[in-house]
């Protein structure tokens, strides 16, 4: 499989991955997380310009999306009913979706990430079991309750990968950056 950014011209092609996707998610219990036009395409524009959108390819053929940030994500600055693993800087996968074609998205996604870095941050609504079975099986811990933009609550995820070294601490105001 193979990842690469999103351009522009792959946006029909990502939209219909989302719309398989939330296709899978009615059908699995899970209408309302992205309802009938979530993720918007204003959102998804936004990601590609700013250089975090993602597309999974299997034999030239995109199967899978997803946005992925490092750097501090205003969502989870309030975390309810639990705590982070870390102050640590993180980096945090939105909007991950398949088109069923291809399994081991979720895999993929996972590693490219952790090889940027090695904190992750992730989130995913209560009804999303799928997600939930996902994260629990590569070794996420769940630390609580964020809220999303509209208020919604989501389930909040972080994965630190073992003997990691962190080159700054946020907890001691040392960014690394000079």
Known sequence: MIIRHTRSEDLEQICQIYA????????????SQWGD?????????QDIRNGCSYILEEQGRPCGVFSFIIGDDPTYQVIENGHWLNKAPYGTIHRIAGNGSVKGIFRACLSYCLSQIPNIRID??????????????????RC???????????????KVLPHSSFPFSAESGNTGIS
């Open 20 to 31: 398989c996707a939330r296709d899978r998610m009615r059908r699995e219990g899970n209408p």
């Open 37 to 45: 036009d979530r993720p918007p395409i204003s959102v998804l524009m």
């Open 124 to 141: 995913t609504h209560r009804d999303n079991l799928t997600m939930q079975h996902l994260l629990a099986k590569n070794g996420f811990v």
């Open 144 to 158: 609580g309750i964020i809220h999303v933009e509209d208020g919604s609550e989501r389930l909040a995820y972080q």
